[in-house]
């Protein structure tokens, strides 16, 4: 039986509403992951290190995407809960259109400066031509990335996650398959990574385009539009949070890679990329859970349903509590294992990366809290709470953290600098939630 945004929801339920989402971001986020095995275990750990020092730019331009589609969802599931059908497809085909305008004019830019942009990320000799090949080729098809960003949220409010999750399963497959035939069978390095890559965001992001320009069974279409400023920075100011969030994690990790190379060169490049790859990994349950109850969340607060908000919030924090829990145990008691997949064949490389995981482990017993409240305020429309949340948590205080905290600890500062960031942001989550409990009667 389908579930509807206007029902009550179980566990059982809420799972199931929420899984193909959550499955979603993990094959999307297993892009960079298989880009990672390939390159490090079959072009070398400088190749790897350039990797994994351009990719935050790339997710910083495409941080775009995430707004739109977060920020929009949550209007359009609101003004669907309204019952105003007609204009919930128009604002959905006007922001659409803004994301693939938008993206084509910064894609441009970055691609004549990315030398620059190489240079200015802290791209020694050894690595700089790695990292602007690598830089243009995936830059070139950022459009798609950033359609199949904002189709994440879009396509679970359009009650069609399962397709989203085929999308994402079938674009991470192809990308998985090219890595092996472009890296690996045919040996065309970090170029036949990028391209890998590059195949598969095309993927995950024209099909969404090509459903809904069709008549389809959904509750979504594009249909012709104009611009409706309005409507637009709503939505902006909604989606600020996750646009922050990414935007401020991009910028965190460049921080982080010219702390570490000044600590340990290219090593601790690559060992941060490992550490991130498992983030990805793990984050990817708790926005996917974020994106898949945005809608839940926007529905009912529009509809008015007080005592189901009541219900989901609840139930998301059990949820919540007993995944983090999960997630550090397996990151400690497999940091050695987890490690061996990407830098087996460096043991002093190995050493560092293992202790880093263990460390940076314990952040996610906090995270999961802090993604899923920016995600409850920007269900119920508040842009403002949501943005707080997500840049004190992805900037203000990682970036004291990163830059106090080796003063005194060394690298090992480094990776406690998240934890630390994450314990000081669910303290003002907290804050938060009880001075807005009357205002939204959850």
Same mark, same amino acid.
């Given at each position: 039986m389908k579930i509807k945004l206007s029902d009550h929801f179980t566990y059982k339920s809420l799972l199931k509403f929420v899984l193909p989402t959550i499955f979603m971001m993990i094959v999307t986020s297993i892009y960079s992951i298989v880009d990672g095995f390939f390159v490090s275990n079959f072009v070398g750990k400088n190749a790897f290190a350039a990797v994994n020092l351009i990719f935050p730019i790339l997710m910083a331009v495409g941080a775009f995407g995430f707004m739109i589609g977060t920020g929009g969802s949550a209007l359009v599931a609101k003004?669907?809960?309204?019952?105003?059908?007609? #204009?919930?497809?128009?604002?959905?085909? *006007? *922001? /659409?259109?803004?994301?693939?305008? &938008?993206?084509?004019?910064?894609?441009?830019?970055?691609?004549?400066? *990315? @030398?620059?942009?190489?240079?200015?990320?802290?791209?020694?000799?050894?690595?700089?031509?790695?990292?602007? +090949?690598?830089?243009?080729?995936?830059? =070139?098809?950022?459009?798609?990335?950033?359609?199949q960003n904002s189709f994440q949220s879009f396509l679970v409010t359009a009650g069609k996650a399962g397709l989203g999750l085929g999308i994402s399963i079938s674009a991470g497959l192809c990308n998985i398959i090219l890595d092996f035939l472009l890296v690996y069978v045919f040996d065309f390095g970090i170029a036949g990574a990028a391209a890998a890559t590059a195949f598969s965001q095309i993927v995950g992001g024209i099909i969404p385009v090509i459903y809904?320009?069709? #008549?389809?069974?959904?509750?979504?279409?594009?249909? #012709?539009? #104009?611009?409706?400023l309005k409507a637009l920075g709503k939505a902006c100011l909604n989606g600020s949070s996750e646009m922050l969030t990414n935007l401020s994690n991009s910028i965190v990790s460049i921080l982080y890679n010219l702390q570490l190379i000044k600590l340990a060169a290219e090593d601790g490049i690559s060992a941060y990329g490992v550490v991130m790859y498992v983030s990805f990994i793990f984050m990817a349950f708790f926005f996917g859970y974020a994106i898949g109850v945005n809608p839940i969340i926007g529905y009912n607060y529009g509809a008015k349903n007080s005592n189901e908000l009541k219900n989901v919030l609840k139930k998301s924090l059990v949820l919540t509590s007993i995944v983090s829990i999960a997630m550090l145990t397996i990151a400690v008691t497999f940091s050695n294992p987890i490690s061996n997949i990407f830098v087996e064949y460096d043991a002093q490389l190995h050493d560092m990366t293992s202790n880093a995981l263990k460390i940076y482990?314990?952040?996610? +017993?906090?995270?999961?809290?802090?993604?899923?409240?920016?995600?409850?305020?920007?269900?119920?429309?508040?842009?403002?709470?949501?943005?707080?949340? =997500?840049? /004190?948590? /992805?900037?203000? &205080?990682?970036?004291?953290?990163?830059?106090?905290? @080796?003063?005194?600890l060394g690298i090992n500062g480094i990776w406690l600098a998240i934890t630390a960031a994450e314990s000081a942001t669910l303290i003002l989550t907290i804050i938060f939630f009880i001075t807005n409990k009357k205002k939204y009667n959850y």
């Amino acid at each position: 039986m389908k579930i509807k945004l206007s029902d009550h929801f179980t566990y059982k339920s809420l799972l199931k509403f929420v899984l193909p989402t959550i499955f979603m971001m993990i094959v999307t986020s297993i892009y960079s992951i298989v880009d990672g095995f390939f390159v490090s275990n079959f072009v070398g750990k400088n190749a790897f290190a350039a990797v994994n020092l351009i990719f935050p730019i790339l997710m910083a331009v495409g941080a775009f995407g995430f707004m739109i589609g977060t920020g929009g969802s949550a209007l359009v599931a609101k003004t669907m809960g309204e019952g105003d059908r007609e #204009k919930a497809n128009r604002y959905f085909s *006007m *922001m /659409t259109y803004v994301v693939i305008i &938008f993206s084509l004019a910064v894609s441009i830019i970055c691609f004549i400066f *990315m @030398p620059q942009i190489s240079r200015a990320l802290g791209a020694s000799d050894l690595i700089f031509a790695d990292c602007v +090949l690598y830089g243009r080729i995936l830059i =070139s098809v950022e459009c798609f990335f950033m359609l199949q960003n904002s189709f994440q949220s879009f396509l679970v409010t359009a009650g069609k996650a399962g397709l989203g999750l085929g999308i994402s399963i079938s674009a991470g497959l192809c990308n998985i398959i090219l890595d092996f035939l472009l890296v690996y069978v045919f040996d065309f390095g970090i170029a036949g990574a990028a391209a890998a890559t590059a195949f598969s965001q095309i993927v995950g992001g024209i099909i969404p385009v090509i459903y809904f320009a069709r #008549k389809n069974d959904s509750l979504l279409r594009l249909v #012709k539009t #104009k611009i409706e400023l309005k409507a637009l920075g709503k939505a902006c100011l909604n989606g600020s949070s996750e646009m922050l969030t990414n935007l401020s994690n991009s910028i965190v990790s460049i921080l982080y890679n010219l702390q570490l190379i000044k600590l340990a060169a290219e090593d601790g490049i690559s060992a941060y990329g490992v550490v991130m790859y498992v983030s990805f990994i793990f984050m990817a349950f708790f926005f996917g859970y974020a994106i898949g109850v945005n809608p839940i969340i926007g529905y009912n607060y529009g509809a008015k349903n007080s005592n189901e908000l009541k219900n989901v919030l609840k139930k998301s924090l059990v949820l919540t509590s007993i995944v983090s829990i999960a997630m550090l145990t397996i990151a400690v008691t497999f940091s050695n294992p987890i490690s061996n997949i990407f830098v087996e064949y460096d043991a002093q490389l190995h050493d560092m990366t293992s202790n880093a995981l263990k460390i940076y482990s314990f952040s996610f +017993l906090f995270c999961g809290f802090n993604i899923f409240s920016s995600a409850f305020f920007t269900g119920l429309n508040n842009g403002v709470v949501s943005a707080i949340i =997500s840049f /004190t948590r /992805t900037l203000i &205080f990682q970036v004291a953290a990163v830059m106090i905290l @080796p003063i005194f600890l060394g690298i090992n500062g480094i990776w406690l600098a998240i934890t630390a960031a994450e314990s000081a942001t669910l303290i003002l989550t907290i804050i938060f939630f009880i001075t807005n409990k009357k205002k939204y009667n959850y």
